[in-house]
């Protein structure tokens, strides 16, 4: 099992440029997480898939931010236009259904740098 | 209002000794109750999860929880802490009704010391 993949691991960007970070959840997985961790907020959910249907997108900060599931083994948030205050790992985790279906299993993040 | 609070952001503890990081949540209806670990530059891991059933749960590399339902809390235990447990520790709540959204608290960095 290759776990959650996230790319790319880091990026680095200048402010006003567009910026995707891409997510393959574990294979089997229906349901897809994005989040948002800095050292002033913590831990913050950004948007949450459900059968590649967003089902829940109000913590996305502002209109700057998308994210798509065209599939179920494939996930983008985008940040167009980028600043710097986006700066911050973002964590992609999926779950799968029935008794396991409250457990999420983590990427290991993309560190984005915006200047 | 539901919410998830971890009081000790930092917990210093010298090699061998015991260990207990504590989590308390405020919510009106059932939780589901998770705690994950995230070691340097990597994701979170899940630890230990407690669903229902027995109210101590036993999770990985030793460590434990006790859902204590009239205080709200589900503190994380271990009585013996190696070096290689220095991680950050975010106590986690899915609320019912909540589908199955997470809410995370601030976390707490464990050090060990030799």
């Known amino acids: 099992d290759a776990g959650v993949i996230q790319s790319p691991r880091h990026e680095v960007t200048e402010m006003g440029q567009e910026v995707t970070l891409r997510c393959k959840p574990i294979s089997g997985h229906n349901s897809l997480f994005w989040y948002r961790q800095t050292m002033m907020r913590g831990l913050e959910l950004l948007i949450y898939f459900n059968n590649n249907v967003p089902i829940d997108d109000s913590g996305m900060p502002e209109d700057r931010f998308s994210a798509k599931m065209p599939n179920a083994s494939f996930s983008t948030l985008k940040i167009q236009p980028s600043e710097p205050r986006d700066s911050a790992v973002y964590f992609c985790a999926s779950s799968s259904q029935g008794q396991s279906r409250y457990e999420q299993y983590f990427g290991p993040g993309t560190r984005l740098t915006v200047t | 209002a539901q919410s998830v609070t971890q009081l000790d952001s930092q917990v210093p503890v010298f090699e061998e000794a015991p260990v207990e990081l504590r989590c308390n949540y405020s919510?009106?209806?059932?939780?589901?109750l998770f705690w994950y670990v995230q070691y340097p530059n990597q994701g979170l891991q899940l630890l230990l999860k407690y669903l229902s059933g027995s109210t101590l749960v036993k999770g990985i590399n030793g460590f434990e929880a006790e859902f204590n339902k009239s205080q709200t809390s589900f503190h994380l235990r271990k009585p013996s802490v190696h070096i290689s447990d220095t991680a950050e520790y975010f106590c986690a709540v899915s609320f019912s009704g909540s589908a199955r959204q997470l809410t995370f608290g601030s976390g707490t960095q464990l050090t060990v010391l030799p």
């Open positions: 919510s009106s209806v059932s939780v589901y």
